[in-house]
């Protein structure tokens, strides 16, 4: 968890899920550690948000994959800027990886990976993250279509034999190129 994480903006859509929203019935899990955890563990005990964002550091590989399994969605907080709309962020991947439906911010890799398996803010608000993880938490219906969606382009579309294709047919045009 880094200054360039986000993970402030989650900490805050909690707070607006929570406190504005009066969702009592939501709990987050931010699995990692960093530079920024401990300030990010301060600003969620001064919210008060202690019974709703459990905040464990690094995890296991095994802790990971049971939480995977286990969440109804992921997040990816990483804000929209030069930087992030350049990376593939890890977790959307995982996320895809257990058909899980995603709500990110509209970072322009982020939207070419998650694909049609996400839900994107287009703009870096807290409490439009905050409303589009409550929109999607209350449609069970399209959760499962964007997970199921999103697992299908990353074992279909992003895996590794199309990559290699693709790196093939590139290698023959440039082999072939005088």
């Known amino acids: 968890m880094g200054n360039a994480d986000g993970v402030d ?21 931010l699995m ?7 300030e990010l563990l301060a600003l969620r005990d001064r919210l008060g948000l202690q019974d709703h964002v459990s ?14 399994r286990s969440i109804d969605l992921g997040v990816a907080c990483d804000p929209i800027n030069a930087y992030n709309d350049h990376c593939t962020m890890n977790k959307v991947l995982e996320y895809m990886a257990f058909a899980k ?6 970072t322009v890799e982020g939207r070419f990976s998650a694909g049609e398996g996400a ?42 034999e199309r ?13 072939s190129s005088p």
């Open 119 to 160: 839900v994107y803010v287009m703009e870096n608000s807290a409490e439009k993250l905050g409303d589009a993880i409550l929109d999607l938490l209350d449609d069970p219906a399209r959760r499962d279509q964007l997970g199921t969606t999103g697992h299908i382009r990353l074992t279909q579309e992003l895996n590794w």
């Open 101 to 106: 439906p995603i709500v990110m911010f509209g």
């Open 55 to 68: 905040m464990p550091g690094r995890v296991s590989d095994e802790f990971l994959c049971r939480a995977l």
């Open 32 to 38: 990692g550690s960093g530079p920024e955890h401990a």
């Open 163 to 175: 990559s290699v294709e693709q790196l093939l047919a590139a290698h023959a045009t440039a082999a």
């Open 9 to 29: 903006y989650l900490v805050h859509a909690a707070e607006h899920i929570v406190q504005t929203r009066n969702r009592k019935d939501v709990h987050f899990l």
